[in-house]
């Protein structure tokens, strides 16, 4: 044996004749540095030059817009990448893009934002100053926020161009609003209405649905409240008279509210004309009081009033009465000097409370329906009582002292008080339950009838539930009940708003009788003012512009020239539209140009994809929009996600210091990051542990690495976003080591084509002399298939499983060890290692593809570096094109699915996991070393001749399955007798062999390698002496030389 030094240089020797990897794609990513390099490619170019590709076929998502309004958040990250992914995969398939990001930039947020920086209310600046405030907020906002969406690698036009990007508050954008409006009006879908909205005090605004926030434990009041019978309607039968004469004042319907404030505002009792009502009477109380309530509900009634009493209260039923038979009698108000009248309502159940409702016309909604379904008659409109300002204070009319108390604090105590006082009040306690809160106050609202403008949805229910039956896909599907149901429980839309910034509702009002006036006409011809209204300032920026020549201009102006002669006659609204009509529209504003009309003349686009809140917001008012305007949805295809939690499932909030943002992950940063308490993870007990507001846990700071935007756009694929997602240091961590083992992956694959030109030296399936390769090109065909089911699903942590599954197991796991030594040790030029090469390459080009959706930047290097080493190592920067330009998708031909190939594939994967489990076991003996120093029998018995079929050619071609096995040598034989080694190390296992075939027994015997270390390739042969001196047979074929000390002599003369 040669000394040390001899040897190292021996083994340096040796390594050239290899063929070692060679690459210059670096193992770490360097995210934070490399990732803007390469936005101009993968992003910016990638955009235009598809774009401009006419010949494609159109695929357009509608972007969502977000709020123009503060920092994005990780829902913001999740929204926007899910986006990409769909963008980028179908721009890999050959389709041309059309994304066009927007921003929501009316409203009340943004009005509210604009005015605390300065320390303002709305009221101490006109109209013109809030709006110039709220546009200044607005546009510094789109600035930031566009930065970190280019930064993330969404894929749209960030250059500024005309029509690149899309603002609510465009001029061009609020003259196409008004498209829609003019249609609605034209249709008679457009009214005023004096009537129950929700209302934020806060705000001193209405509030759409989609405003509004539920709290689960807002605690209210609830009362039982009695009011005295007082007189007989014309409607009540005999029977029933009879009843009510004979108890008279000594009767009470009683009713149950959780809102005590809105007694002073009542009209009426509503009951269930179906339900059976009774007279009841506590037995031995001293009063001989007596009650009317819904018979169902006599045991909640007695438990209210045995109250804190030992003893139960039996009640005695002195009469009973049809709900149907009380309509048109008579209640004494508690508190004022009038009469309620009982009507009927379907909305009365026995659900709670006593089966009579307390009626206040003019806060609830309910109650209103109840009301107008009464006392309206066409052109109608009974007086609603609702003694309740903006401010969410009692008015005068309210009478009893109440005015100017806040009806949900003082206000409401004062009218408790006042019940007590008047013997009116039965019962009083606190009542836990999901109430609506202001969405951007984070205070409670009320509902409170005024003057409003709506738009009429009945007529749309019929269609819309149709259409999204049939040319709508949900994902989820479950989304199609949840936007179903939202659809269908809203008979109108309070489109009007009570502030400055957003779009005028273009109405004029007569000085002298109110009336409204609001025509195509109108509208018309304040869309022509609107969209060329500017005025610039001093220093050439627009300052007002759009919709601002509402306040800016007289009423003469805005009005069309047909009506200029009666201009002193009317006055204009204040009133704003709604701003889920603004975004509401955006089809509408948008798509024109991006889309040409279908057959029908509708605009529909591919995709619309938000969170799942937007069912009952942006899903749902564009689909109303679209109803009426075009028949039909907007959108072929409506996807929802979840919401982002932390780590520990819970939601993110500043209270309790959980929030994270993007960038934190993306530049790196120092995180509060909760530590686990003593019994953290056990479950809440009770339902009233669960309404108690979380505690913030204990925190320790950590400091998180620059991941880049690819590692947290990993993380998105990684997850079911159909529901809620979690985020924190320690899941980004797994998707940064998961997606770390694929660079890794791409490194070797890379290395080892560092001399592969497909053009020259792929080898066709038919010409692969390895089954294996063979086996492997079945395994892409199936890989390029469940990825694009899955991508085509929208399912994209599928795709990324398929994909990560494939790499790991199939690829790095196995035939990457498999085929290290043809690809190392074979001549360079050899059919067998261009065979492997051929798939490595193929794999690579999958790999790439199916990542870019994913993870552009690292999809976009793994292309360059392969680009670059195919033309002879030309400087990165010197590459023409992006993989987002390449044509074709996954490599995938029909010819390379072998079912019955990979069968037997899969059983001998299974005899490689027994044959390293008995190898370990030797070398946990002391036996071996290193699994080459084994040699491998597989006893093929004659009662199965499948095992000498399957595992014959492969033992006898090319040293196949010792590249599987990983040993020096395999061999089939007879019998156990065959194995002339005395030291055996035997298992017996049993290979499947397919659903409809029965698994094959299989005995195999592992010892200890015959002949010597090859010490080029390392394999154990016969031929090599003891002193190592010779090379192995294929060794010296490849290198053509046997002689261990000729080729160093040779390789050292070569390289002095």
């Known amino acids: 044996m040669p000394g040390a030094a001899d040897a190292k240089a021996l083994a340096a020797a040796m390594r050239q004749t290899l063929n070692l990897p060679v690459t210059r794609f670096p193992m770490r990513a360097n995210a934070a540095a490399r990732e803007p390099q390469l936005h101009a490619r993968c992003v910016s170019a990638a955009y235009a030059l598809q774009a401009a590709d006419a010949s494609r076929p159109l695929f357009v998502l509608h972007d969502g817009p977000p709020f123009a309004n503060g920092s994005l958040h990780m829902g913001h990250f999740l929204n926007k990448t899910l986006k990409d992914v769909i963008n980028r995969y179908q721009l890999l398939r050959g389709r041309r893009?059309?994304?066009?990001?927007?921003?929501?930039?009316?409203?009340?947020?943004?009005?509210?934002?604009?005015?605390?920086?300065?320390?303002?209310?709305?009221?101490?600046?006109?109209?013109?100053?809030?709006?110039?405030?709220?546009?200044?907020?607005?546009?510094?906002?789109?600035?930031?926020?566009?930065?970190?969406?280019?930064?993330?690698?969404?894929?749209?036009?960030?250059?500024?161009?005309?029509?690149?990007?899309?603002?609510?508050?465009?001029?061009?954008?609020?003259?196409?609003?008004?498209?829609?409006?003019?249609?609605?009006?034209?249709?008679?879908?457009?009214?005023?209405?004096?009537?129950?909205?929700?209302?934020?005090?806060?705000?001193?605004?209405?509030?759409?649905?989609?405003?509004?926030?539920?709290?689960?434990?807002h605690v209210s009041h609830a009362a039982y409240v009695r009011f005295v019978f007082a007189s007989m309607g014309s409607n009540v039968s005999a029977e029933t008279a009879s009843v009510l004469e004979k108890y008279g004042d000594k009767l009470s319907a009683v009713v149950w509210t959780t809102t005590p404030w809105t007694i002073p505002s009542n009209q009426a009792l509503c009951v269930n004309a179906d339900l059976e009502y009774v007279v009841v009477r506590p037995r031995g109380a001293d009063s001989d009081a007596c009650y009317l309530i819904a018979s169902a509900l006599q045991e909640s009634f007695a438990t209210m009033l045995k109250g804190d009493a030992e003893q139960d209260v039996e009640l005695q039923v002195l009469g009973t009465l049809?709900?149907?038979?009380?309509?048109?009698?008579?209640?004494?108000?508690?508190?004022?000097?009038?009469?309620?009248?009982?009507?009927?309502?379907?909305?009365?159940?026995?659900?709670?409370?006593?089966?009579?409702?307390?009626?206040?016309?003019?806060?609830?909604?309910?109650?209103?329906?109840?009301?107008?379904?009464?006392?309206?008659?066409?052109?109608?409109?009974?007086?609603?009582?609702?003694?309740?300002?903006?401010?969410?204070?009692?008015?005068?009319?309210?009478?009893?002292?109440?005015?100017?108390?806040?009806?949900?604090?003082?206000?409401?105590?004062?009218?408790?008080?006042?019940?007590?006082n008047s013997g009116n009040l039965l019962s009083i306690g606190e009542y836990h339950h999901r109430y609506p809160y202001d969405w951007r106050t984070k205070k409670p609202v009320i509902l409170r009838a005024t003057a409003q403008w709506f738009a009429r949805l009945d007529a749309l229910h019929a269609r819309g539930k149709r259409v999204l039956e049939d040319s709508v896909q949900m994902v989820p599907p479950s989304a199609r009940r949840r936007l179903e149901a939202t659809l269908s429980s809203r008979h109108e839309w309070c489109i009007s708003r009570q502030r400055a910034w957003g779009l005028p509702i273009p109405v004029f009002y007569h000085k002298a009788t109110g009336e409204p006036l609001i025509t195509e006409e109108s509208i018309e011809h304040l869309q022509n003012i609107v969209k060329t209204y500017r005025i610039e300032g001093e220093n050439g920026e627009v300052e007002r512009e759009g919709a601002d020549c509402w306040w800016d201009l007289s009423v003469r102006e805005l009005l069309p020239e047909?009506?200029?002669?009666?201009?002193?006659?009317?006055?204009?609204?204040?009133?704003?539209?709604?701003?889920?009509?603004?975004?509401?529209?955006?089809?509408?504003?948008?798509?024109?140009?991006?889309?040409?009309?279908?057959?029908?003349?509708?605009?529909?686009?591919?995709?619309?994809?938000?969170?799942?809140?937007?069912?009952?917001?942006w899903f749902q008012s564009s689909l109303l929009t679209s109803l009426a305007m075009q028949g039909t949805a907007p959108y072929k295809n409506v996807i929802t996600h979840g919401f982002t939690l932390d780590e520990r499932g819970s939601k993110m909030s500043k209270s309790l210091g959980n929030t994270i943002v993007p960038n934190d992950f993306i530049n790196g940063c120092t995180m509060p990051v909760a530590v686990a308490g003593k019994g953290s993870?056990?479950?809440?007990?009770?339902?009233?542990?669960?309404?108690?507001?979380?505690?913030?846990?204990?925190?320790?700071?950590?400091?998180?690495?620059?991941?880049?935007?690819?590692?947290?756009?990993?993380?998105?694929?990684?997850?079911?976003?159909?529901?809620?997602?979690?985020?924190?240091?320690?899941?980004?961590?797994?998707?940064?080591?998961?997606?770390?083992?694929?660079?890794?992956t791409a490194r070797f694959l890379l290395g080892n084509l560092h001399d592969f030109d497909p053009a020259q030296h792929a080898v066709p399936q038919d010409k692969m002399q390895f089954s294996l390769d063979r086996y492997m090109l079945h395994e892409l065909n199936a890989l390029a298939h469940s990825v694009t089911a899955a991508y085509d699903a929208f399912a994209f942590n599928r795709a990324q499983?398929?994909?990560?599954?494939?790499?790991?197991?199939?690829?790095?796991?196995?035939?990457?060890?498999?085929?290290?030594?043809?690809?190392?040790?074979?001549?360079?030029?050899?059919?067998?290692?261009?065979?492997?090469?051929?798939?490595?390459?193929?794999?690579?080009?999958?790999?790439?593809?199916?990542?870019?959706?994913?993870?552009?930047?690292?999809?976009?290097?793994?292309?360059?570096?392969?680009v670059s080493q195919l033309q002879g190592g030309i400087p990165l920067e010197d590459v023409s094109g992006s993989v987002f330009l390449e044509k074709g998708w996954m490599p995938s031909a029909e010819e390379w699915k072998d079912d019955d190939l990979a069968r037997d594939w899969a059983a001998i994967r299974q005899l490689r996991f027994e044959v390293n489990r008995v190898v370990e076991q030797m070398r946990q003996a002391g036996r071996v070393g290193s699994q080459l120093e084994c040699n491998v029998y597989v006893v093929a018995a004659e009662s199965d001749p499948r095992v000498a079929e399957l595992l014959s050619p492969l033992a006898t071609s090319s040293s196949e399955l010792e590249d599987v096995l990983l040993c020096s040598s395999v061999q089939v034989?007879?019998?156990?007798?065959?194995?002339?080694?005395?030291?055996?190390?035997?298992?017996?296992?049993?290979?499947?062999?397919?659903?409809?075939?029965?698994?094959?027994?299989?005995?195999?015997?592992?010892?200890?390698?015959?002949?010597?270390?090859?010490?080029?390739?390392?394999?154990?042969?016969?031929?090599?002496?003891?002193a190592e001196t010779q090379l192995c047979l294929r060794c010296a074929q490849a290198t053509d030389l046997r002689s261990v000390a000729d080729l160093a002599k040779t390789l050292i003369e070569e390289d002095p």
């Not at 756009?713 to 797994?734: M, N």
């Not at 290692?833 to 930047?857: D, E, Y």
């Open 97 to 217: 893009v059309r994304y066009v990001p927007g921003w929501d930039c009316h409203g009340l947020p943004i009005e509210h934002k604009a005015l605390t920086l300065l320390q303002l209310e709305a009221d101490a600046l006109s109209p013109a100053q809030v709006r110039a405030l709220s546009r200044q907020l607005a546009r510094k906002a789109v600035r930031e926020q566009q930065k970190d969406f280019e930064r993330w690698g969404v894929l749209a036009d960030w250059s500024g161009a005309e029509d690149s990007v899309y603002l609510t508050m465009d001029p061009s954008y609020e003259a196409r609003q008004y498209d829609v409006l003019k249609k609605m009006v034209h249709d008679g879908l457009i009214f005023r209405g004096f009537k129950p909205v929700y209302w934020s005090p806060s705000s001193r605004t209405a509030l759409a649905e989609a405003e509004l926030e539920y709290q689960d434990d």
């Open 322 to 420: 049809k709900g149907a038979d009380l309509e048109g009698a008579h209640f004494t108000h508690p508190l004022a000097n009038r009469e309620a009248v009982v009507l009927v309502g379907e909305h009365v159940t026995t659900d709670a409370g006593t089966g009579v409702v307390h009626t206040a016309p003019g806060h609830g909604q309910d109650d209103y329906f109840a009301w107008m379904a009464h006392h309206s008659k066409p052109g109608e409109h009974p007086d609603i009582l609702c003694p309740v300002d903006a401010d969410g204070c009692f008015t005068a009319e309210a009478g009893q002292g109440l005015e100017g108390l806040c009806v949900l604090d003082e206000g409401n105590a004062a009218v408790i008080d006042l019940l007590k």
């Open 562 to 617: 047909s009506l200029q002669d009666q201009a002193d006659q009317y006055e204009k609204g204040t009133d704003t539209l709604d701003v889920w009509f603004d975004s509401g529209s955006s089809w509408h504003a948008v798509l024109p140009g991006l889309l040409e009309p279908n057959e029908e003349g509708q605009l529909r686009a591919d995709v619309y994809l938000e969170g799942s809140d937007q069912h009952r917001g």
């Open 681 to 744: 993870n056990k479950k809440k007990k009770s339902m009233k542990n669960s309404n108690k507001p979380e505690k913030a846990p204990k925190v320790k700071q950590m400091k998180v690495p620059a991941y880049g935007a690819d590692v947290l756009r990993f993380w998105v694929a990684t997850t079911d976003y159909t529901g809620d997602v979690s985020i924190g240091p320690a899941v980004v961590g797994k998707a940064s080591d998961s997606l770390r083992k694929v660079r890794n």
């Open 801 to 866: 499983h398929a994909l990560s599954h494939f790499i790991s197991t199939d690829l790095s796991a196995f035939y990457m060890e498999a085929a290290k030594d043809r690809l190392y040790c074979d001549a360079a030029d050899s059919q067998t290692r261009r065979s492997a090469q051929t798939v490595l390459w193929l794999s690579l080009q999958a790999l790439t593809r199916a990542l870019a959706p994913m993870v552009p930047h690292t999809a976009e290097d793994i292309r360059l570096h392969w």
């Open 973 to 1026: 034989v007879a019998s156990e007798a065959e194995v002339e080694s005395t030291e055996q190390f035997k298992a017996t296992c049993q290979l499947a062999m397919g659903p409809n075939d029965a698994p094959m027994d299989v005995t195999l015997m592992v010892t200890p390698a015959r002949g010597h270390k090859c010490p080029r390739c390392w394999k154990y042969a016969p031929e090599v002496d003891a």
